[in-house]
């Protein structure tokens, strides 16, 4: 690579990064704001707040990375337009591919990184964010007692505490359980504390009483100062993890097991989703053979280029609505996958066409090329 393509590809790299950093900050607002919840309702840990929001990135800079590269490179080819430095570098004898092809290298670069992300690191985060999502409502701190509120963890049982302090000691705690028409059961408790024995979830209580209204219709009264509950008989098993789409790797999506119903059931949307990741890492390149076409793909503007760069925008907007549209036709239609390869493709196939088309007519007019770009 020669000084100055690497001049060149220095320009582009340094706000795509920023511009991809940028762009990621707000997408981590954003999902902090949504996991808020894990902190407010289920009384999860900031560590697991945390975590829950680095996990669901991959698949945010998968969508974010296309929209830095157009950003950054609407950027920096205004300001190097600006500058000059495009005219000397057409004044030089540089083709438009060598003026360009540091750009297109940065953006090839960026769908390389965005496939990669889509194909491997996202199903791998996404399956963490999947377990971790299932432990906190396994929780049984979270899923059985709130402070202030009756909740019912299991059909016919009705728990309620009054209070419970950060270490898990729990106030004032009551416990219904109901057995038909014929058995009620309910347990009442100054204090207590959740403790795994062997494995299994016990409530140890302190000073309360077990009240047991049975069959004989006789009312048993027992108070206690130390009583160990089993929860186990309390509470529904929580159900295994089933991963989504987004949730799988590539070869679960393309090969996937007909011996199971559900993904038999589903390999339409299987499919979509796996060319919908290998469609979208092409947007990346899409969206610099925009940004450059809007700069240098057209007639020397004094005034700038603010309508060029409107129309790009508009257009990189609509090419991806089309992927996404694309997407959900060919879920039902696996033929139609191809679809979703169609608008990165068009736009860059039509970027090309006018960024040469106009190298191309100028080469054809001697000299044009350096007067054009002098008065630039």
């Given at each position: ?261 559900w993904e038999r059931a589903n390999t339409g949307p299987m499919l979509a989703e796996a060319n919908a990741r290998a469609a979208t890492s092409g947007y990346a390149i899409a969206f610099m053979l925009l940004a450059l076409t809007a700069v240098i793909g057209g007639r020397f503007n004094r005034q700038g280029y603010g309508l060029r760069i409107a129309a790009v925008a508009v257009v990189a907007l609509v090419a991806r609505i089309l992927g996404f549209a694309a997407q959900a036709v060919a879920t039902p239609h696996p033929l139609l996958n191809l679809l979703q390869y169609a608008p990165p493709i068009l736009v ?29």
């Amino acid at each position: 690579m020669r000084v100055i393509d690497r001049y060149l590809f220095r320009q582009f790299l340094g706000p795509t990064l920023l511009a991809t950093l940028a762009f990621s900050a707000i997408a981590i607002f954003a999902e902090a704001l949504s996991a808020m919840g894990l902190l407010l309702n289920q009384r999860q840990s900031l560590v697991v707040f945390i975590k829950v929001v680095v996990l669901a990135m991959p698949q945010l800079i998968v969508l974010i990375l296309p929209v830095a590269v157009l950003v950054a490179g609407l950027s920096t080819i205004n300001r190097l337009h600006r500058d000059n430095e495009i005219a000397i570098c057409f004044a030089n004898g540089m083709s438009r591919w060598r003026v360009i092809s540091p750009a297109v290298r940065l953006s090839t670069l960026a769908a390389l990184t965005s496939l990669g992300i889509a194909l491997w690191v996202q199903p791998l985060c996404y399956r963490a964010l999947r377990d971790t999502l299932q432990d906190t409502r396994s929780d049984l701190l979270t899923t059985m007692i709130r402070p202030g509120q009756f909740t019912h963890p299991a059909p016919g049982v009705t728990v309620y505490a009054q209070a419970m302090d950060e270490d898990g000691t729990i106030h004032n705690l009551f416990i219904n359980r109901r057995v038909g028409a014929a058995h009620d059961t309910t347990i009442t408790a100054r204090d207590g504390r959740l403790k795994r024995q062997a494995g299994a979830p016990m409530l140890i209580l302190h000073h309360g009483a077990n009240q047991e209204f049975g069959m004989t219709g006789v009312l048993n009264f027992l108070s206690f100062d130390d009583y160990v509950l089993d929860l186990r008989a309390l509470v529904i098993a929580a159900p295994g993890v089933r991963y989504k789409l987004s949730d799988r790797y590539i070869h679960e999506l393309v090969f996937p097991d007909l011996a199971r119903d559900w993904e038999r059931a589903n390999t339409g949307p299987m499919l979509a989703e796996a060319n919908a990741r290998a469609a979208t890492s092409g947007y990346a390149i899409a969206f610099m053979l925009l940004a450059l076409t809007a700069v240098i793909g057209g007639r020397f503007n004094r005034q700038g280029y603010g309508l060029r760069i409107a129309a790009v925008a508009v257009v990189a907007l609509v090419a991806r609505i089309l992927g996404f549209a694309a997407q959900a036709v060919a879920t039902p239609h696996p033929l139609l996958n191809l679809l979703q390869y169609a608008p990165p493709i068009l736009v860059s196939a039509g970027c090309l066409s006018i960024l040469f088309r106009t190298s191309a007519r100028r080469t054809a007019r001697p000299g044009a090329e350096t007067l054009s770009a002098a008065g630039r």
